[in-house]
């Protein structure tokens, strides 16, 4: 049972232009996602999260949308750069409708990034 | 401020055998999570320790285990490996146990299961 999916193996853009990376969840009760960054031969580096009261998180040129009604999240980047090709994974965080008892994280598949000069 | 660090890189081991691997969480955190990542997949949440203690497992089996010692580093250990195990390893480390602290990941042991 694949809670997070992310449906595209991989997405290439030019340089300069926008990048949208798109991610899925099955279980309503998830409430704060998470954007990684994967280099290979490196462990998942932290991008931007996200909690469920809003729909909209900024960092510099990431912006993460989340849709609860459509159980959706996207990963915008822009201006895209070359030094931005890397394996991006979307997770949530979290117990599905448990507060406490630790937290986990559930991956989806990954999507590779490849931005061309 | 040292980051997430993890041993060995590499690792060769045979069908049946057994094997360790060690995490040091980073500065300030007392909880670390294991995750297996396999070819292609995302990473799979394994379990994790919070100040010594399991804190809440995944999937796996028995025969994945672990530890947590009072400097918060972390042992994972595999009984009767199987082929299936092959695969990344990744540990991260959190400030606490809860959903809303950023887990940051160490550069992962690759086991090789022959």
């Known amino acids: 049972d694949q809670q997070v999916k992310q449906n595209s193996p991989s997405l290439s853009v030019q340089e300069g232009r926008i990048s949208i990376l798109n991610c899925d969840y099955t279980?309503?009760?998830?409430?704060?996602f998470l954007w990684y960054k994967k280099y290979p031969a490196e462990g998942p580096t932290f991008l931007i999260s996200?909690?469920?009261?809003?729909d909209k998180n900024e960092d510099g040129r990431f912006t993460v949308f989340l849709n609860k009604s459509a159980k959706h999240l996207s990963l915008h980047i822009v201006p895209s750069q070359p030094g931005d090709s890397a394996v991006y994974f979307c997770?949530?965080?979290?117990?599905?409708?448990?507060?406490?008892?630790?937290?986990?994280?559930?991956f989806g598949e990954g999507t590779q990034l490849t931005v061309n000069p | 401020e040292t980051g997430v660090t993890q041993s060995p890189t590499h690792l060769i081991k045979t069908r049946g055998q057994q094997v360790t691997l060690r995490c040091s969480s980073q500065?300030?955190?007392?909880?670390v999570s294991w995750y297996q990542q396999a070819l292609g997949q995302g990473p799979q949440f394994i379990f994790q320790?919070?100040?010594?203690?399991?804190?809440g497992r995944g999937n796996f089996p028995p025969r994945f285990s672990g530890l947590q010692f009072p400097n918060y580093s972390s042992e994972l250990n595999v009984n009767a490996l199987e082929l299936d195990d092959s695969a990344l390893y990744l540990c991260?480390?959190?400030?606490?146990?809860?959903?809303?602290?950023?887990?940051?990941f160490g550069p992962g042991t690759r086991l090789t299961v022959l």
């Open positions: 500065s300030g955190h007392n909880t």
């Open positions: 997770a949530a965080s979290g117990w599905p409708g448990r507060e406490t008892s630790g937290s986990r994280l559930t």
């Open positions: 320790y919070y100040r010594e203690e399991e804190n």
């Open positions: 279980n309503s009760m998830f409430d704060y």
């Open positions: 991260a480390s959190s400030v606490s146990g809860r959903k809303t602290d950023t887990q940051y």
């Open positions: 996200i909690s469920s009261i809003k």
